[in-house]
Nanobody, 122 residues
Framework: QVQLVESGGGSAHAGGSLRLSCVAS????????MGWYRQAPGELEREMVA????????NYEDSVKGRFTISRDDSKRTIVLQMDSLKFEDTGRYYC???????????????WGWGTEVSVSL
């Protein structure tokens, strides 16, 4: 079984900071890309917020560039999203995603966490 567990969500005022973490566990090996995705209130789609490759290359959604920082620690199977200068529009449910190879089947697949809520007030 594969699990991605997010933590660190909560409430903050605009201009404040939050730090999200995601830990992967279970029967996976060779984690490739990892990232954070956001589902805004009332929206059905999840949009990419930030991703990081196995080599450390990062990619950010335009509205969070310069404010959010994604990092990873492969020894701990963890990614972190540091969110600074928060804006009201950052509100939503944040999901962690990892592309990884299943240790038993050998198949490459995308794994998702259950998400963590972020609420930013004006």
């Amino acid at each position: 079984q594969v699990q991605l567990v997010e933590s660190g969500g909560g409430s903050a005022h605009a201009g404040g900071s939050l730090r999200l973490s995601c830990v992967a566990s279970g029967a996976i090996i060779g984690i490739n890309d990892m990232g954070w995705y956001r589902q805004a209130p009332g929206e059905l789609e999840r949009e990419m917020v930030a991703t990081i490759t196995q080599g450390g290359h990062t990619n950010y959604e335009d509205s969070v560039k310069g404010r959010f920082t994604i990092s990873r620690d492969d020894s701990k199977r963890t990614i972190v999203l540091q969110m600074d200068s928060l804006k009201f529009e950052d509100t939503g449910r944040y999901y962690c995603k990892a592309e990884a190879r299943h240790a038993i089947s050998g198949l490459l697949g995308d794994y998702w966490g259950w998400g963590t809520e972020v609420s930013v007030s004006l």
